[in-house]
């Protein structure tokens, strides 16, 4: 099914930093927090509630000399949250250490061994950062073994909550916390300030550094608190202090200067993540409290190895699911593939690639020991991951997770049932148009609009995320040139526009092999700045791509409008006058009810018209006398013979410079008025220059085939204008053609050659455009 494309916000009148807030929601009072929030904007951590609690127990591990252990879970925001506060209980003078169960050994949240080998080690208190929020027994057990234990989670709440000293979670039922979005490393971070109570210190910029990696990692909202901790952790990370981030940095490749999202959820997150997911979470932690920069710089080159290594394990994994999918259940709503032979560390990711290969919600389950599953899951909008599962608890060993994401344990027989019966849910809440991918495009842009005055723009909305979207931007009619397949694979893409621009589309080898790139393509794209080299380039990131506007179908249009105006005879018409409230916008007009006439005036503003339609899959009818579609357009300034009956709506597109040349007695009359530069009929015809450089080209050669876009392109004219010529030099009997639509060329045979100068402004071909110039002004 091929992907819908929708405008967030039809129509762009103002600058493009203010259409882009606007899209957003946000209003003129509210953008100034939003594009500059400040740590004074943190909301204050003893709103959360059970913090009172959580810090008196705090205070009295401290002064009683007690050692807490922090647990921890092995993804980044669990590596962040316990780095967090160790940090922080570092700087304050408390006792403690950290443990991270091994994913594949322990699982996801806290185990009883876990629990008593940390009672061994001499803790008195546990506390538990994201994670702990369905450990109902196992905390039971804690109490048993005299283990005090506060639990802080971000993830949805069961009916039942853990016994524990104090429960930090905005989702808990009696908690008011005004924003509930935080990661499990944001409320390490509540504990830090609660702590410190001081956000303007040198540590305090330091936590929010780690938090800011955290939450971007984890795919929490980025609105809010998110978007304060966010903003202020990157201004931060780019003087960091933290000696293990410098070096993570440093060995990845990021310029610190130029941190931003993309770098932190493409390059430096996968590197964290990567310790929990190959089995080495405590490398990630170390790394992060590093205080020595060579230590931490061998520290840092080990995750790059590890990371490397996650890529393959990921890539062989990736390959093997899409190949059972495809055997046995890509039909169904709900994908899940399992395996003995999977890594437990890398199938959250590969769950997330199949998502977004199929856009179904997706589980991968790895086999391990005694026959149980262990799996990742990923949903997408319409499919709450949670809930649902709610419902198949019986069918789980246990579950967790959120909206769009998910952890599930399972026994290894009764997957098949956990398939059967998550369909059968699916079938009643979704259909097919859940399975239609939409992009959302913030705005289309035009070539000279990508520059580094709109990166500068999109700077300032960073960061990016779940309820900020990076947006993404569309260019249209576009004649991709210099392009090529890259890498190993020979998967991804890329093309240059200029020495300054480039476009790469990753993984789109299959969308590109479908399009004939010959012909113009309309694409959308993200923006950035790529540095390579000590060389800045801005690079469009292709999100998708399809073909213009039937370009064959198009250049018949403009060669019979040449013909049309040639074989017209004319008398003008009175003008009509048009009421203002006839006027309407574009929207308003693709609400209109029933069958449209869309009468336009100027050939440029027809073909204006028919790309916009095109760019909402509406493919109207060019044939008046046949017309059995709801749109059809006529380009005609003389329409006084035609039946407008059987029309519900007649819209008359125009620019606001002139009134329509037609004189229609109807109360269906619409006016759609548009802000596009019109270009006239007299501005089609070509200068005398380009008639004189085509004459000399074709009279080099007998017979030469033409190809009508790179021609157009080469003598910087347009299509319409390059028929014009040909017509005028066939009135002249200098030449004879034939057109191919099917590819877009004109083969030319010569006649005679041209004896003489000739007053081109006396055929037929140029006097009758002249003529119906009279009716566009």
């Keep these: 099914m091929k992907n819908k494309w929708l405008l967030r916000e039809k129509g762009q009148e103002e600058d493009l930093k203010s259409h882009l807030l606007k899209v957003r929601k946000i209003n003129i009072e509210e953008s100034k927090s939003f594009l500059n929030p400040t740590k004074a904007d943190l909301i204050s951590p003893y709103l959360l509630k059970d913090m009172e609690k959580v810090v008196s127990r705090i205070n009295k591990a401290k002064n009683s000399n007690q050692l807490i252990c922090i647990y921890g879970d092995y993804d980044v925001d669990g590596i962040s949250s316990v780095s967090i506060l160790l940090k922080t209980f570092n700087f304050l003078g408390i006792n403690s250490i950290f443990y991270i169960p091994k994913r594949i050994e322990e699982g996801y949240g806290i185990n009883t061994q876990a629990i008593d080998t940390i009672k061994k080690m001499g803790a008195d208190l546990i506390i538990t950062v994201d994670c702990g929020i369905t450990s109902v027994d196992e905390i039971e057990y804690a109490k048993t073994i005299d283990l005090d234990v506060i639990v802080t989670d971000h993830h949805e709440c069961k009916e039942i909550l853990p016994d524990a000293i104090g429960i930090i979670n905005p989702k808990q039922h009696e908690c008011h916390y005004p924003y509930k979005h935080l990661c499990g490393a944001g409320i390490a971070l509540k504990i830090a300030q609660a702590l410190i109570d001081d956000n303007d210190s040198i540590l305090f910029d330091e936590l929010i550094e ?73 490398l990630g932690v170390s790394l992060i409290i590093e205080d020595d920069f060579e230590e931490a710089v061998i520290m840092a ?68 020991d005694e026959n149980i599953g262990k799996g990742s899951a990923r949903s997408i909008d319409g499919f709450n991951l949670f809930e649902n599962l709610l419902k198949l608890d019986e069918c789980l060993i246990k579950f967790g997770g959120h909206n769009q994401a998910a952890g599930i344990t399972i026994h290894e027989d009764r997957i098949a049932e956990f398939e059967l019966m998550i369909n059968e849910i699916a079938e009643e809440i979704l259909n097919k148009n859940h399975f239609q991918r939409i992009i959302e495009i913030d705005s289309k842009l035009k070539l000279k609009d990508i520059n580094s005055n709109t990166l500068k723009i999109l700077s300032e909305l960073e960061p990016f995320g779940i309820g900020n979207r990076k947006p993404l931007f569309c260019l249209t009619n576009y004649k991709l040139s210099n392009y090529k397949y890259i890498g190993k694979m020979k998967k991804h893409f890329k093309s240059e526009i200029n020495d300054d621009i480039e476009i790469i589309g990753f993984n789109k080898h299959e969308l590109i092999n479908n399009i004939d790139l010959n012909f113009p393509v309309d694409f959308v794209f993200e923006l950035e700045i790529n540095s390579f080299n000590n060389k800045d380039k801005i690079q469009l990131l292709l999100r998708d791509l399809r073909s213009s506007y039937n370009y064959s179908e198009v250049l018949k249009i403009m060669h019979d409008f040449i013909l049309k105006c040639k074989s017209l005879t004319l008398a003008k018409n009175q003008l009509t006058k048009i009421d203002k409230d006839k006027k309407i916008n574009f929207d308003e007009m693709l609400c209109l009810y029933g069958k449209k006439l869309l009468i336009v005036n100027t050939c440029e503003s027809y073909f204006s018209l028919i790309e916009r339609l095109h760019f909402y899959n509406i493919k109207p009818t060019v044939d008046f006398e046949n017309s059995i579609n709801d749109y059809t357009i006529i380009l005609s300034p003389i329409i006084d013979n035609l039946d407008l009956s059987r029309y519900n709506n007649i819209v008359i597109y125009q620019s606001d410079s002139f009134l329509s040349s037609i004189n229609i007695e109807s109360q269906n009359i619409k006016v759609l008025s548009i802000t596009d530069k019109i270009i006239h009929t007299k501005d089609i015809v070509p200068s005398r220059e380009t008639f004189i450089s085509l004459y000399k080209v074709i009279m080099n050669k007998l017979n030469i085939k033409f190809y009508i876009f790179e021609t157009c392109e080469y003598f910087r004219i347009s299509e319409l204008s390059f028929f014009v010529i040909l017509e005028v030099f066939k009135e002249l009997k200098i030449i004879d053609f034939e057109l191919d639509y099917s590819d877009g060329s004109v083969s030319v045979k010569i006649i005679n050659k041209l004896i003489g100068k000739k007053n081109l402004d006396e055929t037929k071909t140029i006097k009758s455009l002249d003529f119906i110039n009279l009716y566009d002004k």
């Design 301 to 368: 080159r080990k995750i790059e190895e590890l990371n490397r290594e996650r890529q393959t394990v990921e890539l062989k994994i990736f390959e093997e699911a899409v190949a059972l999918i495809e055997q046995k259940s890509k039909n169904n709503k709900i994908l899940i593939a399992s395996s003995k032979n999977w890594h437990s560390g890398v199938i959250g990711i590969v769950a997330s690639k199949l998502t977004e290969k199929y856009n179904k919600p997706t589980f991968v389950i790895a086999i391990e």
């Design 210 to 282: 780690i938090a800011c990696i955290a939450t971007i990692a984890d795919i929490v909202e980025l609105s809010g608190e998110n978007r304060v901790i966010v903003k202020n952790g990157l201004l931060s990370l780019k003087k960091t202090i933290n000696i293990g981030l410098k070096a993570l940095m440093e060995v990845s490749g990021i310029n610190s200067s130029n941190i931003n999202s993309s770098n932190i959820a493409f390059i430096l997150a996968p590197r964290i993540n990567s310790t929990g997911r190959m089995g080495t979470p405590e």
